[in-house]
């Protein structure tokens, strides 16, 4: 009884974590016809929803409307991104980028399901390295890094949103989900996803515009 009532929304968070995708590609469409000075105000109103995010998460108040409306912006603020390594590594480095990304998530979502072991030990040291690479690009914004330095950092990103889907994936596994937290597991996931695909992305540009 328990274990069904553990995976019972293991389904409804994949497909709003599927739907939150669909609309952020939506958004990153969306990105072509938005004046670049727009950018910067969107970049800070997603920053803004995250942090609410976090403290709203608490309550498990975050619903679908918010979700949606914010992996739209989000899709909006990747496209700059996504032009910059088209123009710099070609639309082949892209979509390796991307396939990369959903292999890699695959497979790190399929172990983290499947294990018998808990991975809710990993919380404490992915928040630390998340902490950190945020502290690193408010630096790189003041004073950028190296291509090298960048290689490196994309590198623990790639690392550290692995650990995340892993961590993720767990401990909705292991601690099951309700109906009011499938929004915010898709987030979660949707998270995961899109920031593994950026490192994923610029790790990938970086060593080939160093060829």
């Known amino acids: 009884m328990y274990s ?12 709003t974590f599927a739907l939150s995708l ?10 072509i016809f938005i004046p670049p000075a727009l950018f910067l105000p969107l970049a800070i109103l ?16 975050i619903g679908y409307t918010f979700l949606f409306v914010f992996t739209f912006i989000s899709g909006m603020t990747t496209y700059p991104i996504i032009a910059h390594y088209l123009a710099l590594a070609g639309a082949n480095v892209v979509i390796l980028a991307g ?13 983290a399901t499947t294990t018998k072991r808990d991975l809710s030990f990993l919380s404490g040291i ?19 890094l190296s291509s090298t ?12 949103f692995s650990g995340y889907v892993l961590y993720d ?3 909705m596994k292991h ?16 998270l995961d996803f899109i920031n593994l695909f950026i490192n994923i992305l610029r790790f990938f540009g970086i060593l080939s515009s160093n060829d």
């Open 22 to 31: 669909a609309i952020s590609v939506l958004g990153m469409v969306a990105g």
């Open 126 to 144: 992915l928040f630390a390295a998340l902490l950190a690479l945020i502290a690193i690009s408010i630096f790189n914004i003041f004073s950028p």
């Open 99 to 111: 396939v990369t990304t959903t292999v890699v998530f695959g497979g790190l979502a399929l172990y």
């Open 4 to 15: 069904h009532t553990v995976n019972a929304y293991m389904p409804s968070v994949m497909r």
């Open 149 to 160: 330095a960048m290689l490196v950092f994309s590198f623990i990103g790639i690392l550290v």
């Open 46 to 61: 997603e920053i803004a929803m995250l942090i609410g995010a976090f403290i709203l998460r608490r309550k498990k108040a």
């Open 175 to 190: 601690y099951g989900v309700t109906a009011e937290e499938v929004p915010l597991m898709a987030l979660n996931l949707y």
């Open 169 to 171: 994936f767990n401990r």
